[in-house]
């Protein structure tokens, strides 16, 4: 059970970042007296949550082999795992 309760929230914490990022995003951009310096900070905030959703996103649990390992003299790609 504790293996699935994990899994759930690894998959769900981008979602709920990449929302934060939307929802502050949008906010900054429908207010109507906001300076530019707080337009650019907010904007940057969102797009920091969007891009930290993406560097957390992962489609599978498997992961590729890109080593180059030397075989007879040659260097060859790992096969995968």
């Known amino acids: 059970m504790q293996n699935s309760i994990s ?3 690894e998959a769900v914490t981008p ?3 990449a929302t934060i990022g939307a929802l502050i995003g949008v906010v900054v951009l429908v207010q109507p ?3 530019d310096t707080k337009a650019t900070a907010g904007l ?3 797009g920091t949550a969007i891009a930290g959703a993406a560097g957390l996103a992962r489609t599978s649990k498997s992961e590729q082999d890109f ?3 030397q ?5 060859a790609q ?3 795992k």
């Open 67 to 69: 080593s180059v390992k």
């Open 15 to 17: 979602l709920v970042m």
């Open 78 to 80: 790992a096969k995968e």
């Open 44 to 46: 940057g905030l969102a």
């Open 7 to 9: 899994e759930v929230f």
């Open 71 to 75: 075989q007879d003299g040659n260097l």
């Open 33 to 35: 007296e906001i300076s």
